[in-house]
């Protein structure tokens, strides 16, 4: 028999039959004597006229209840006292049926609901409807609270008078704690979104607006009324409804996809152009059984302006401070060549300076220009297919009139022309080789590598070195522009921390990949990939 079936059934013939009422009558006051012998005087006068058939089931009901140990099931007399416990409530509540039989009930209510005349409550309601129902904390005979699912019935003998009553309670603190943490869990997480200075929105699964927080209707100057439970492509005459977005915003809940950093570029109703970033991902809330989406936005229109005038800002100051450069440079080579016919070597000596000096100017405003060049997508390459080998032993060659304290070791080789923009390529080259040198500072030899990989799809170039290495941490970020490495900075080692990024963007827009292994203290390796000329043209040897 199942407990549900069970039950009900059982409780039908218990509050018609008073099963559990006390076996024997001795006078109409409760008396308790040894276990399970208590009487209020009424049981006799409800067996009166029971059918045999039933009396005969009593023994079968009885052990069934007995057997039900998840429900404590008692009854009480007129006053509440408890007149019968099952096993179920010894289990339960802590007290043998000794120990109870003969209480009042209210033992077993907190004493914030015995103040409050609940026990009583309950009883007079059953009285009134037949039965209550109730869901509240209970106390152990150990002091330990529980909730309590429970429900009173009204015990009426034959001719209909009330003679007590029966209660059922089913222990529900696991649920109710669980639902507590659900509540409570939703609460904070309305909170968060309530007060995020983001402008956030959770939609319903048919994208009707389920809440929106203050920051969007502040941030898109609308209102409750016209945003809660409208369609999210109905809003301030369809502004959200883009193609683009409803395309992403339809596979978050079936899909579980996320929607990250989406750019709309929209001239709203109340705000008027606007470039948001719209971030949304599936919202499952545990013990609900549909799922929700969040947005959340942000209006990235003021850094866009600020952006994009830093960049027009360096690409035209280092545009026009090319020209003057140059011309310093000049100058300072004819001032050389004069001092020299002269023999002044003092103005020799300065107008080195100035030369090397506006070298390095040349090259800080080049790096400037590239990078205003990458942030607004303008990198152009001039592609050929050549002989890296030959190119590579070229920039070496190059770089070793200047460098006088390291020995540039090459080795290896790759059979095919690669498809590049040699200026470019020399650049990434010219970084990775220089940076060996200038971070290896008590070492005397950097090693570049030549490979093929992905069965000789790519050509590998590596540039090793014995330096000063570069922590996990820093090798994080460091091909984002400005990116500087916490012991160059202590070792005084000159940079602004640009090559990397603009080295990465060449590669990345070659179709290639670049990375480092690097060992503090040790050394590192900055190695990048390069796709093998389409027609695989080979090199002649
Ligand atoms: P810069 O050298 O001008 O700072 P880069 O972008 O070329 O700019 O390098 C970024 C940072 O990466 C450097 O400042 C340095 O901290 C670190 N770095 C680059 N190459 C090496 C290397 N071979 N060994 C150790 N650190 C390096």
Known sequence: MTQGFGIHKLLSYFCSYNLLMPKKSSSSKATQSKKGEYSSGHSERADKGKPQTFRQDDAFFRQTL?????????TMDLQGIISSWNGGAENMLGYSEQEIIGQDVKILFTPEDVKKKVHLKEMSGSEKNGRHLDERYHLRKDGSRFFVSGKMFALRDPSGKLRGYTKLMRDITHRHVLQETIQQARMYAQGIITTAR????????????NTANRSFYKTFKVTKPLTERFNLYQLGNGQWDIPELRVLLADILPLNAVVQDFEVTHTFEK??????LVNGRKLSLVGADSAMILLSFEDITQRKQADQFKNAFIGVASHELRGPVTSIKGYSQILAKHSGKNNDKFTAAISSKINVQSTKLT???????????????????????????????????????????????????????????KFRLGQVINNLISNAVKYSPKANKVIVTLTEEESGRYAKVSVQDFGIGISREDQ????????????????????????????????????????????????????????ISKNREVIDA
Request: proline share 2%; net charge negative.
């Open 476 to 531: 994080q970020n460091l091909f984002q522009p400005f990116s500087r490495a916490s012991n160059a900075k202590t070792k005084k080692i000159k940079g602004i921390g640009l090559g990397l990024h603009i080295s990465a963007e060449i590669v990345h827009a070659h179709g290639g990949r670049i990375e480092v292994e690097s060992k503090f203290k040790t050394g590192s390796s900055f190695t990048f990939t390069l796709p």
């Open 271 to 276: 705000i008027g152009s606007r470039n948001i």
């Open 198 to 209: 983001e402008p956030m929105l959770v939609l319903n699964e048919d994208f009707t607006v």
């Open 66 to 74: 007995e057997s039900l140990e998840d429900y404590a099931i008692f």
């Open 363 to 421: 090259e800080m405003i080049g790096h400037l220009l590239d990078i205003s060049r990458i942030q607004v997508g303008k990198l152009q390459l001039d592609k050929n297919a050549f002989d890296l080998n030959t190119f590579i032993k070229e920039v070496i060659l190059d770089l070793e009139s200047e460098i006088t304290s390291h020995t540039i070791v090459l080795k290896g080789g790759v059979s095919r022309k690669v498809d590049a923009d």
